[in-house]
């Protein structure tokens, strides 16, 4: 069988999702992106009268996200011609759109019984012979489809993006051992030729392998913070311009990345190492749990370490 990859669902619009769809759409490829309907209508929302059977905010969440494309810095699109080729969509009143895509590509929020329920949801609604992958950042990507059909689960594979997906490089693709070998082999070449990535192929262990050293680096540099009672700025600049990595400090990464999703990226270890001297690593510090409780999660809410002004 061969492969075509012309038209592609993004679930979820999130930091990730918004961006893998750009990059998708940059390469010339149509964009289906979806998310969910929200549960509540805000409060500008509710003086204009609207309910929650309104498609202006069933589509909500998406469209915002759609919007927030053309304000980023770095931009994540190339040009309003990229733009137009994503179409927005909601998860309830759209699902049938799964039909049209060669690629379904999930990348809802870090949370395993979230992928599942997602998944099945999936299975009933793609085309058979449809590619199927998960954006997630360490879950095993096995686990995520134990409920679905063969056929899913031989064209279902981890594609792991990094954040900015237009910008960095690295492409981790995460096989099953029921993914059909020219799906794996497909999918590396596309990453390559199509999106310009430089792919490696990883196992499919807790955080796969730039995450596994990245969360390991990130926490134990909160973990020494604490110790030496350093500030967030001390630390974002010994860790930053002061080496010569101004877009990579510490705490302006982990804005950038989510704060939440960084939580669920080092728990998805912990759960998984044994070793006590690697648990404690892995142990997330009670202040970012907190952080996580407060809505404070980095650029995507407005407020993390630092704030959007
Ligand atoms: P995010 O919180 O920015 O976005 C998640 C989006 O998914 C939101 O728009 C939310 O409304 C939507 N969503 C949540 N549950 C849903 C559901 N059940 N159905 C449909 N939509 C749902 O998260 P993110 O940072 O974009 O992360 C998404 C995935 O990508 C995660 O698996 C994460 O681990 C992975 N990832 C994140 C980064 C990063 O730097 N943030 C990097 C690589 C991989």
Known sequence: MTYAIKQVAVIGSGVMGSGIAAHLAN????????????DALTDKEEKAGLTLEDKQVRN??????????????????TSKKSLE?????NLEDDIA?????????????????????????VDSHRREGSLVSSNTSGISVEAMIADTSED????????????????LKLLEVIP???????VLSFMKTFGENVLGKGVVEAKDTPNFIANRIGTYGLLVTVQEMEKQGLSVGEVDSITGPLIGRPKSATFRTLDVVGIDTFY???????HHVFDPKEKEVFTVPDFIKQMV????VGAKSGKGFYEKK
Request: no cysteine.
């Open 264 to 270: 669920h990226v080092a728990d998805n270890v912990y």
């Open 27 to 38: 390469a010339g490829i149509s964009v289906t992106m979806f998310d969910r309907v929200p």
């Open 293 to 296: 409780e407060k809505g404070w």
């Open 97 to 121: 759109l799964l039909s049209e895509a060669d690629w379904i590509v999930e990348v809802i929020v870090e949370h395993l019984g979230a992928k599942k329920e997602l998944f099945q949801k």
């Open 60 to 77: 909500r969440i998406v469209s915002e996200s759609k919007k927030k494309l053309l304000k980023q810095t770095p931009s994540p699109i």
């Open 85 to 89: 080729l994503i179409r927005t969509a």
């Open 152 to 167: 899913m689960q031989a064209h279902f594979l981890g594609t792991h993006f990094f954040n900015p997906p237009r910008y």
């Open 176 to 182: 099953t051992e029921k993914t059909k070998p020219e």
